[in-house]
């Protein structure tokens, strides 16, 4: 099947919209983070609330080590991203200690990885895409592409991806010869 699609914007904001008329807060806390986070994800379910908060607020950054990498990862928490995960911590009850999304099933602590694929193929359904194209790895590309799509500068999205090696970004993102020659076409000297 190859790599997974990115969503588009006009999807992001339907399955965000799906998701507040049908008050998921969990989901929609998950699928905010997932996106703003690009972070895999076995990181992303293993997440405590200590990660991202403190002194009880959400902070605008967090930075966690990578399971796969064993390095280092900042990411940036926006806004909205906030307020939902604010709203899913208060209605859950969480505490400092606790992992960010706990499972529901007692012989896990958090949510799994097969749970959290299950939640983003029916939310990628909900808003009428095929869900074949798409997986746990569409939300962390999604904001990684719209930031190369916009900006160009691939040591950016390097750096926010934790990658160690350029071409590792250049594979990730799809970059093929045309997009090299567009963004030349697109300079005088």
Same mark, same amino acid.
């Given at each position: 099947m190859g790599q997974k699609a990115p969503l588009k914007l006009k999807e992001i904001w339907a399955i965000r919209t799906w998701l507040q008329l049908a008050e998921r807060t969990r989901d929609l806390a998950l699928f905010n983070l997932a996106i703003d986070s690009k972070l895999r994800g076995c990181d992303l379910v293993k997440l405590k609330v200590s990660d991202v908060a403190q002194g009880g607020r959400i902070g605008h950054r967090a930075i966690i080590l990578q399971q796969k990498t064993q390095r280092p990862v900042q990411f940036e928490i926006t806004e909205q991203t906030r307020i939902t995960l604010t709203a899913w911590i208060d209605r859950a009850h969480l505490t400092f200690g606790q992992f960010l999304f706990p499972s529901r099933v007692t012989t896990s602590e958090h949510l799994s990885t097969r749970q959290y694929?299950? !939640?983003? %193929?029916?939310?990628?359904?909900?808003?009428?895409?095929?869900s074949v194209a798409y997986g746990t790895h569409t939300m962390r590309r999604t904001k990684a592409t719209l930031i190369y799509q916009r900006t160009k500068n691939l040591r950016v999205v390097q750096l926010l991806l934790g990658h160690t090696k350029l071409g590792s970004t250049v594979r990730y993102l799809g !970059? %093929?010869?045309?997009?090299?020659? %567009? !963004?030349a076409e697109q300079t005088e000297v």
């Open positions: 694929a299950r !939640i983003v %193929e029916s939310r990628v359904d909900s808003v009428g895409q095929d !970059i %093929e010869v045309d997009d090299a020659l %567009e !963004i």
